[in-house]
């Protein structure tokens, strides 16, 4: 057993009613109190522009930085697929209990029973919610919402608006942020790069920004944090996230003292358009809802050559059907990423590179008609034939696993508060409610529940508490300690004046990353990252050539800004893969499978989160939340 | 393949642009146009000169950052696409290739090839939303929409938000950006309650911002890398008279 001593502080009682019962108890302001208080927030994707928003609507006074020029630009614009909610429209026997058991079990038993559950009953409201903002999600010819399946689950959930879910959430949390900008509750920041957290008194009372336009290092004050900063994926170089989202807010809190949980638990999502050469600067996901209708498959033959229409079906291997009967092509992303690995790893991949396999829609085609995928999938298949050059409708995609999303994150309690007083932390920053794998679909979900109608209750009840300050307390000593650490970091940075531009370092630790924190990690190789990344530490801050000024745009010092970060970080993944000596979703240790190469879960040992502080010169140091399954039996995850 | 390339360079606003050359050699047709420019920029940066500045993000066609004219035309010359999603394969070999920012008052230059479109912020935030708090919202399905008004809002609210529409514009409008927001919400019960104060809003909001008038030349949706139609501006005709009508016409701030 291991001994924990970190703990999340959900209420005791019922898990069915423990959500709604604790909403009820918590303090209250009315909106003329709420006036009295300031409340930052840090990004405005869909968990940021939501919470700002519904802030807002109570009455605080919110003011929302975002290093984009807009808050629709944020990275939650380009999810595709959709977001799940327990509506049961379909009558196909979902519920708000399925849902949680489905997302506990996509997370392979890592993650908190309370705020799944939470997380569950709330999917509802917010389905409500974007439809009565305007959402045009799909519908049928009833006028009715229309649904479609996801990976992992059986039923049908998923709400969906084409291949463009993402955008149409973001532009409706969007426009309620608009609405109180309007109002002057919400104040906009546009390119503002956050590079500090300032604590007075051991609470989260500011920030240290870096205007991107002129260069101005800034501090701003308020009564409470928010970060909605996303994910880290850009570790890994290349990744499905945008070029610029990076871990720097959330490492930056980190390293003023909230602990970083699980952070090697990273989601490689199956269906991506292969890397095809070096120069190649991120990389597109083809959405999961593809493989409702697209069969996964290699050749059966090691090294065949032939082109795809030319090989017989029965020299074709769909291998997703043939290992997982029940789930077939839909099994979870870290299942289907885990065994692309693995035929191209017996040299059965596809391609000029042999790391890519097929996803095949000519069934589909045959049976529904091109026209109906076309409705279904129209603008993926267009944006894979601008990419690739090449016809889905005519040939099969290939596709290979990439980095996409991260489950690890700032280690919150239930109220999403940090291990800083203050500093909250929702939507993908925080290690979140996905466990070791996030099912498709709930990224959406948990962003909006996070920030709609989690977040403005718990936050409320902090301040509740809170002596509002009333004034702008920046030129307190914290705010300008922190405001000239933050000023001889960035000369510091301009002055290194070496041979490489950023990115070469950053593509050189995205390798390390991906070869051994990547879709299967052993001992051997983690150790090795461990003396390798220092390495790259010291290329970092000794070869590096930031051109131009620092008073001016600098996209060059933006990205060193981060870069320095992920090599810092990327470290603590390592430690992290190291310790937890079990495979469990995404986290696959080689050493840890079981005959049929399924992950081996050591749930006597390791049924814990794992938090690490941050210091300078030592390792880190574990804090572990002993996780509690007293309503779901934990079992061995099966897709077959 | 090789190309010649004519960047226009420009310190900020005020600062005098000009345009400058640039030769790239060796460069494979597969990539995309702006990994093309990360080639350029790591060999200036390499060469401790600065970097050209633009902007860009998902790299996928949907967050709207990128954006500036290739050859006198917005996002270059694939259809409905794009910078980010441009490959070299639309160019030949040795082509020049000018690149310049959006060119529009409203737009003013903040480095090289980014610009500030801030002010389509501002028209949004002027009436671009349906006014409901969160929490408030009633049961999804209570509200029934006919799939045809349902998926005509969709193809209206796939807007990005890029800028293009106003760049391609001899006279710089934003019509076919605001008209894009008040059809997705006019089509849908939901936004139809507050539509007439909303077109008088938007649409002054237009004016205030500097935006030209629109003289249905259909350059904007010609250009638009999401094919955002005409029948957009139509329906914000239909919704403005209709607005003037009822006596909604109104300043945003009357």
């Known amino acids: 057993m291991t001994q924990s001593n970190l703990f999340s502080k959900a209420p005791e009682g019922e898990l069915y009613t423990k959500w709604e019962e604790y909403k009820g108890s918590l303090n209250k302001l009315t909106p003329e109190e709420a006036n009295k208080y300031k409340i930052i927030v840090i990004g405005t994707g869909l968990a940021g522009a939501s919470a700002s928003a519904t802030l807002a609507e109570r009455g605080f006074n919110v003011h929302a930085f975002s290093f984009h020029e807009s808050p629709r630009r944020a990275h939650s614009i380009a999810a595709q697929g959709g977001i799940n909610a327990a509506k049961n429209y379909k009558s196909d026997g979902d519920s708000v209990m399925r849902l949680f058991y489905d997302t506990i079990k996509g997370g392979d038993f890592r993650s908190r029973e309370d705020n799944v559950y939470r997380l569950a009953e709330i999917s509802k409201n917010i389905i409500d919610q974007c439809v009565a903002q305007g959402v045009p999600f799909a519908r049928e010819y009833g006028g009715l919402l229309d649904n479609r399946s996801f990976g992992g689950v059986q039923v049908s959930r998923t709400f969906y608006a084409r291949g463009q879910t993402g955008q149409q959430l973001l532009l409706g949390a969007y426009s309620a942020l608009s609405r109180q900008m309007e109002k002057k509750k919400v104040v906009f920041y546009p390119r503002h790069d956050m590079l500090d957290v300032v604590l007075v008194e051991g609470k989260a009372k500011g920030i240290v920004t870096r205007n991107l336009v002129d260069g101005k290092v800034e501090t701003h004050s308020a009564d409470i944090v928010i970060l909605a900063t996303g994910g880290y994926s850009n570790v890994y170089y290349l990744s499905t996230n945008a070029m610029a989202s990076n871990v720097t807010a959330n490492w930056r809190a980190h390293r003023k003292g909230a602990l970083f949980a699980n952070p090697s638990f990273t989601q490689i999502h199956p269906t991506c358009i292969p890397v095809k050469n070096d120069f190649q600067s991120k990389l597109t996901l083809m959405s999961e809802s593809l493989r409702n209708d697209g069969r996964v498959w290699v050749p059966k033959k090691k090294n065949d050559q032939r082109k795809p229409t030319e090989i017989p079906e029965e020299e074709r291997d769909y291998y997703l059907e043939r290992i997982y009967p029940a789930f077939g092509n839909l099994v979870p992303r870290d299942v289907a990423s885990r065994r692309a690995k693995e035929v191209c790893d017996e040299g059965r991949g596809i391609g000029p590179t042999g790391f890519a396999v097929y996803l095949d829609f000519q069934k589909a085609i045959e049976e529904k008609g091109e026209d109906f995928i076309r409705e279904k999938y129209g603008n993926l298949f267009d944006m894979y034939q601008n990419i690739t050059d090449e016809n889905p409708y005519k040939t099969p995609m290939k596709i290979y696993p990439a980095v996409h999303y991260t489950m690890g994150g700032l280690w919150v309690d239930y109220n999403l508060m940090t291990t800083i007083k203050g500093l909250f932390s929702i939507g993908e920053s925080n290690f979140s409610d996905h466990g070791a794998n996030r099912l498709g679909a709930s990224a959406l979900m948990q962003g909006l529940a996070d920030g709609y109608f989690v977040v403005p209750h718990t936050a409320m009840d902090f301040l509740a508490k809170e002596t509002p300050l009333m004034q702008d307390i920046t030129d307190r000593p914290e705010f300008k300690e922190a405001a000239e650490k933050t000023k001889n970091e960035i000369a510091k940075l301009m002055s290194v004046d070496g041979k490489l531009a950023v990115d070469e370092v950053h593509r050189e630790l995205g390798k390390i990353v991906w070869d051994k924190i990547g879709m299967a990690r052993n001992e051997a190789g983690l150790k090795e990252a461990l003396l390798e990344i220092p390495k790259i530490k010291e290329k970092f801050w000794n070869d590096i050539s930031i051109p131009g000024s620092d008073k001016d745009i600098n996209q060059e010092l933006e990205k060193a800004l981060r870069i320095k970060d992920f090599i810092e970080l990327a470290e603590l993944m390592a430690f992290d893969a190291l310790d937890r000596k079990e495979s469990c979703g995404a986290h696959f240790r080689e050493e840890y499978q079981t005959e049929e190469n399924e992950a081996e879960r050591n749930d006597q040992d390791y049924k814990y989160v794992a938090a690490w502080d941050y210091s300078e010169n030592e390792e880190p140091k574990l804090y572990k939340e002993e996780l509690k399954y007293n309503n779901v039996k934990l079992k061995t995850r099966s897709y077959k | ?254």
């Open chain 2, 1 to 254: 393949m090789n190309v010649n390339l004519k960047i226009w360079r420009q310190g900020s606003d005020s600062d005098k642009g000009t345009l400058k050359a640039y030769r790239l050699e060796n460069i494979d047709p597969n990539i995309s146009f702006l990994e093309m420019l990360d080639i350029l920029n790591i060999k200036l940066v390499k060469e401790k000169k600065d970097p050209v500045a633009f902007d860009h993000d998902c790299r996928e066609g949907i967050c709207g950052s990128c954006g500036f004219m290739i050859n006198g035309r917005p996002h270059g010359p694939q259809k409905a696409t794009t910078v980010c999603q441009l490959h070299m394969r639309a160019f030949n070999n040795e082509d020049d290739i000018l690149l310049e920012p959006f060119r529009a008052e409203s737009f003013p230059v903040i480095k090289d090839l980014s610009v500030d479109r801030k002010s389509f912020d501002r028209i949004i935030s002027s009436g671009g939303y349906v006014s409901t708090n969160t929490g408030e919202a009633p049961e999804a399905n209570s509200i029934s929409i006919e799939k045809e008004y349902a998926d005509e809002a969709f193809l209206s609210s796939a807007c990005i938000g890029c800028g293009a529409c106003v760049a391609a514009c001899k006279n710089s409008s934003a019509m076919l950006f605001t008209s894009a927001k008040v059809s997705h919400l006019s089509l849908l019960p939901q936004g139809q309650k507050e539509g007439k104060d909303r077109v008088a809003k938007m649409v002054a909001t237009m004016d205030e911002e500097g935006f030209g008038s629109c003289t249905n030349t259909g350059a904007c949706s010609a250009e638009c890398p999401k094919e955002i139609g005409q029948i957009n501006i139509a329906r914000l005709n239909q919704e403005y008279i209709s607005s003037s009508l009822s006596g909604f016409l109104k300043k945003k701030d009357g």
